[in-house]
T-cell receptor, first 111, second 114 residues
Framework: QKEVEQNSGPLSVPEGAIASLNCTYS??????FFWYRQYSGKSPELIMF????GDKEDGRFTAQLNKASQYVSLLIRDSQPSDSATYLC???????????FGSGTRLSIRP | SAVISQKPSRDICQRGTSLTIQCQVD?????MFWYRQQPGQSLTLIAT?????????ESGFVIDKFPISRPNLTFSTLTVSNMSPEDSSIYLC???????????FGPGTRLTVT
């Protein structure tokens, strides 16, 4: 049974601070990892993907992957109230381009 | 990048009826998927919509309940059949390309069954 685990939160972070979101996965053979942002009442939006061990930066977002520990994280620097949303970790599996989602972490940025 | 749309955006239906949800992408895509997101929950894959052939369903989902069509590389439909209140959920379609796991989602259809 392939699983993706996230802390459901809510995670409360002051404006301007770094928000750190974490995810673990069970399938050691997984090669593709994604972070989606979902605002309340909206559909998920792909914000980051990472395929190799290490860090990948895009603006205020950094994705980190450690395949040995089966661990993915998302760092959001200089957090803004507009970053308040649910963040879904997703992991690719199977040869049919499928992804499995974690339960999501609710992030709240307090002014 | 491609734009994906769904209709209807929301509907309220009576128990025992069926609803067909349409998903349209503005360019050809290899993969299309249908998901369900129940209130406060994450996304669960219902099926992969295969162009020109029967959809591939995930465990717990069957064709009689969720028939899917994909007549071409830009369009797919999901029907929720013989609905019950337990089918109240958000239904989402997504697309991707072959040999890639990146998926992009439509705006979703919010279904309420009374």
């Amino acid at each position: 049974q392939k699983e993706v685990e996230q802390n459901s939160g809510p995670l409360s972070v002051p404006e301007g601070a770094i928000a750190s979101l974490n995810c673990t996965y069970s399938d050691r053979g997984s090669q593709s990892f994604f972070w989606y942002r979902q605002y309340s009442g909206k559909s998920p939006e792909l914000i980051m993907f990472i395929y190799s061990n290490g860090d990948k930066e895009d603006g205020r977002f950094t994705a980190q992957l450690n395949k040995a520990s089966q661990y993915v994280s998302l760092l959001i620097r200089d957090s803004q109230p507009s970053d308040s949303a649910t963040y879904l970790c997703a992991v690719g599996y199977s040869s049919a381009s499928k992804i499995i989602f974690g339960s999501g972490t609710r992030l709240s940025i307090r002014p | 990048s491609a734009v994906i749309s769904q209709k209807p955006s929301r509907d309220i239906c009576q128990r025992g009826t069926s609803l067909t949800i349409q998903c349209q992408v503005d360019s050809q895509v290899t993969m299309m998927f249908w998901y369900r997101q129940q209130p406060g929950q994450s996304l669960t894959l219902i099926a992969t919509a295969n162009q020109g052939s029967e959809a591939t369903y995930e465990s717990g989902f069957v064709i009689d309940k969720f028939p899917i069509s994909r007549p071409n590389l830009t369009f797919s439909t999901l029907t929720v059949s013989n609905m019950s209140p337990e089918d109240s959920s958000i239904y989402l379609c997504s697309f991707g390309q072959e040999n890639s796991y990146e998926q992009y989602f439509g705006p979703g259809t919010r279904l309420t069954v009374t």
